[in-house]
């Protein structure tokens, strides 16, 4: 982090305000409304250039001038957006050159938004003069707390398939290969695809069937890269004419979005914001948040971030769209605050009347103030405003879980032994860690596991040499690791290696597997210990390791699943199948004690603890989740009541508290 939105005393509460969508009268309303909503930022412009730049080189900024004014002298502050992520239909008719084209060679049409290549030069062009404009107008403005690059990156476009996106490919895979090490790297021999020329290199586009999938590989990371260079150039241009305002643009690290590789964005930033919203059909939707809300926390190598989006009650873009549940969006906000979110903010303040997003819910409800939801944003608005000593605090973790956005590209492509969901399987061992009371920090592979008692490594499907050694270095050295199906069993170029599986790993596990044995959807298996399994299982080989259970029944019987290999100073434990959710609580549980880790705080199942730390203080947070009032072993002052909680904290029904510890 090397900036923060400037004028915050405490947790940031607000959201995405869009004035141009209302007519002036409503402007004011909305700022009176804000405050007393408790609202101290707001993110305003971010669709909004057809409104700034009503014509070519024509602007209008008479009302974003007022609405900032109107702000300002409301004490709220403002994330200003450079407005890019929607060019006006002005700019894509006079260029359809600049609208992106599918696998399919379609080239997608005006009317939505995000309708733009990432390589077009006059996309690029007149979004960075966009933003000179705004930078050089709005830069010394008063309200103006931190600049919102774009929105969403890739949300809607993350690939675009135009033949200058395919000349723009060529040069990034020229930087990296000569043509001799294109063709070893993608494996071209096999089907007859060996190149013997530059221009014969094409993006995987809409083929016959399957495509190369170290070319999809490749194109994956080239789109996040061609993305990237678009924020940065919009970034530099901010950052040369106001190098003192904080720069951020929202990612999208949760369930719904893969195709960015943020743990390069996010050294790119001055400070990481996201952008989160629950899977409402999901029962277990808290803790995919939780999950979320870790990675964040790890993308900003620790330190406090922005949830810059999440939803007061439903979206409008699920098959189903659940309300938020009485207290759910408080509790929702609780836990992103737990987990290192220094502020809380919401697509929108105001639900909108017209366009794509009118059932979407919002600060103020299409139905008003007299409304749970409005009651409910009240209510947090008001608590944060006693929160304020926990900003800039950080979030106890002593477990690492490594993640790997390209482990997900190489991981999820077609023709694989299973459909594979790298989130998917990544949050179901995290849930056992949830269950469990154990704060999680998200790593990137290689990183510095200095003071983690355990390392968590779901899937890590493709690594690099220097991988494979970094893990096994630190077990050699002490440290223990979990390793899971589906890991060390590529290397960076898709190429699988060979020997048996895990490949990159057998060494460090003990283990050979010689075979996969996927599960029928439905099936389970037995194993020894009382424990299930579904999905996955693999015909494995105890090298070395000692065997903690084995399959009783499916096709496996006798077949070790899950083992133990003490490995130089250190264990190593490898989950072989996918253990369903009692028994990978059991076994996380001989893992988590075999490394010495212990909850944050003894809570019932359902409750949410997590720890943060300031410079001479900790806090608690804690979430009950339950249709149950539980009380914590807990000292100290709950911050939201000023209580003494005199040695055992209450947190009733689906409530939230936040303790100053003694
Ligand atoms: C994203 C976008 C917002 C809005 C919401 C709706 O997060 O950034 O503009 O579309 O989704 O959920």
Redesign the pocket.
Known sequence: MTGWPTGLASPSWGG?YNPEQWPEHVWKQDVELMRRAGVNLVSVG??AWARLEVADNRFDFGWLDQVLDLLHDGGIRVCLANATASPPPWLTGANPDMLPVRADGVRLSHGSRQEYCPTSPVYRDRAIALTEKIALRYGEHPALAAWHVN??YG?HVSRCYCDRCADVFRDWLRARYDLDGLNRAWGTDFWSQHYSSWDQVLPPRVTPTLPNPGQVLDFARFCSDALLDLFCAERDVLKELTPDVPVTT?F?ANWTFSALNYWHWAAEVDFVSN?H?TRADDPERHIELALSADLVRGLSRGEPWLLM?Q?TSA?N?QPRNFAKLAGEMRRNSYSHLARGADGTLF?QWRQSRAGA?RF?SAMLPHAGEDTKVFREVTQVGEEYGRLAELVGSTVDAQVALVYDFESAWAAEQPAHPVAFDYYATVLGLYKALWRLGVTVDVVPPSADLTGYRLVVVPALYQVTDDEARWLEDHVRAGGHALVTWFSGIADENSRVRPGGYPGAFRDLLGVRVEEFFPLADGDTVRLTGGLSASYWSELLHANGCGVVSSYVDGPLDGVPAVTRNEFGEGVAWYLATTLDADSAVTVLSDVLAGAGVTPTVSAPPGVEVVRRRGERISWLVAINHTGADVVLPVEGVELISGVDTAGGLPVPAGGVAVVREV
Request: hydrophobic content about 35%.
């Open positions: 995405d971010i669709f929105n969403e949300c929202n999208m952008d919203y989006e939803s979206v873009w697509f997003e979407h």
